[in-house]
């Protein structure tokens, strides 16, 4: 009797395993294709930049940032002010949830793009960010071009 439960346990367990790996996969797919046809090789603009209670988003006027693709997961960053450009680089975690964004120090405003941040909205045309594992008032907006 033993034996006849732990075949049927068997059999009804092994197709709910396979699904939830099938399911997982599905979702990883729809969230890279969300990240590459949105986010992707676009445009951005910074809309809103606050540290504390300064609004530092007119330091960013005119500036554009392109996150490059060499995977899904990472890549360059292509930063353009005044007409010159600037190389940085990106990185993502598994779910999109984390963008890991580092510049060159000079401009001196690269300094606070340049962190861990955590998507807090990516309602495409904007994506809204704050610190990574802090609850610090600091924010930042990009707002694709």
């Known amino acids: 009797m033993v034996k006849y439960f732990s075949f049927v346990a068997c059999i009804f367990l092994l197709p709910n395993v396979s699904c939830k790996k099938a399911l997982s996969s599905a979702n990883t797919t729809v969230l890279e294709q969300y990240f590459e046809t949105n986010i992707l090789t676009k445009n951005f603009a910074v809309t809103l930049a606050t540290d504390s209670t300064a609004d530092i988003t007119s330091d960013y006027t005119g500036e554009i940032f392109v996150l490059l693709e060499t995977d899904l997961y990472h890549g360059p960053l292509q930063a353009t002010k005044n007409g010159v ?61």
Do not use: C, H
């Open 85 to 145: 450009v600037y190389m940085g680089t990106w990185s993502a975690n598994s779910d999109y949830s984390q963008l890991i964004i580092t510049l060159p120090d000079p401009p001196a405003e690269f300094a606070f793009l340049s962190r861990a941040w955590r998507f807090t909205s990516k309602n495409v045309p904007t994506m809204a960010l704050s610190p990574w594992g802090s609850t610090a008032p600091i924010a930042l907006q990009m707002t694709r071009q």
